[in-house]
């Protein structure tokens, strides 16, 4: 059973959809994509060169954002029970062990191999810093507390969420035709986040088992990332301070300036990749629905 958990901890964390910064939502109604766009405004910025502890937040921009969030959350708002939950999930783990993360990320700073990656780490962990702080004044949180808030947003009818349990629960696993549903509800939602989510549950399996005609948009290792950037190019905020940009860093080591498309790039060992990534990215919009392809050009403030 612990071995279970410690797997299923870590697929949340690469699941944090969002990801480790800026989660300031307002209010999500119904399951529209209007609604997803309001429910991911981008939280406070930090304040440059600080690292708040617990005692330093009560009355910060951050808890202010963290407090009406949990409001939101525990009226029963699926889409305010998501962004609670990855905001427990980004903290989790430095919640508990301030120091130590903080030594961690600091070992990394100094071993970086580029200038760049330096930099970006260090911004990246005072956010966190700030972040974890204003969430439960920086109280330890529970493993079972974020995943009962994943399963009220998903019993809820938030689609990233629902998309997010199929990582929760492996098993039974989804047949290919179940897959096939889910992906077409996805690409019919017009929905960024849970574009996002797909990718991310792709990611952890390397792709997955979709019955035709959408098993080309989700076999093989670039299927994940594809579905990532392609969330990205329909308005979701991936940029350099974003929670996809900073998971890469955070998590991944993938620490460079630029936004998380820019980064994916970078990462990639060869033309060819990049070549195929971009495929595969149009592929995806152009199995989207007239209307959710009209909508490209539209804003998203889809991180909160």
């Not at 399951?31 to 309001?38: D, I, K, L, N, V």
Request: net charge negative.
């Amino acid at each position: 059973m612990a071995a279970k958990r410690t797997f299923l901890a870590l697929a949340a964390t690469s699941l944090a959809l969002a990801a480790w910064l800026t989660w300031k939502p307002t209010s999500f109604p119904a399951h529209t994509a209007q609604a997803e766009t309001s429910a991911h405004e981008p939280a406070p910025p930090i304040t440059a060169g600080s690292s708040q502890r617990p005692d330093s937040t009560k009355t910060s921009p951050q808890r202010a954002w963290f407090l009406a969030l949990k409001q939101r959350a525990d009226a029963g708002d699926p889409a305010s029970q998501r962004l609670l939950a990855q905001a427990y999930d980004r903290c989790m783990y430095i919640n508990p062990n301030v120091e130590q993360y903080k030594e961690r990320i600091q070992r990394s700073i100094r071993s970086a191999e580029t200038e760049e990656k330096a930099t970006v780490l260090g911004y990246l962990l005072q956010h966190a810093l700030q972040e974890c702080a204003a969430v439960e004044d920086g109280a330890p949180i529970e493993w079972e507390d974020m995943r009962l808030l994943y399963a009220q947003a998903a019993q809820g009818g938030d689609l990233p969420a629902r998309v997010t349990e199929t990582v929760f629960n492996p098993q039974p696993a989804l047949s290919k035709v179940q897959a096939a549903a889910l992906l077409e509800e996805v690409l019919a939602s017009n929905d960024p986040a849970a574009m996002f989510a797909l990718g991310d549950a792709m990611g952890e399996f390397f792709g997955m088992q979709v019955a035709e005609p959408y098993t080309a948009l989700a076999d093989g290792e670039l299927a994940g990332r594809a579905w990532q950037v392609a969330a990205c190019r329909m308005g979701l905020e991936c940029g350099p301070e974003s929670p996809p940009a900073s998971r890469l860093c955070l998590l991944q080591g993938w620490c460079y300036e630029g936004t998380f498309e820019q980064a994916t790039r970078r990462r990639l060992g060869t033309d060819a990749e990049r070549e195929a990534l971009d495929r595969r990215v149009e592929a995806i919009l152009r199995a989207m629905p007239p209307a959710a392809t009209l909508s490209r050009a539209l804003p998203f403030e889809a991180w909160g």
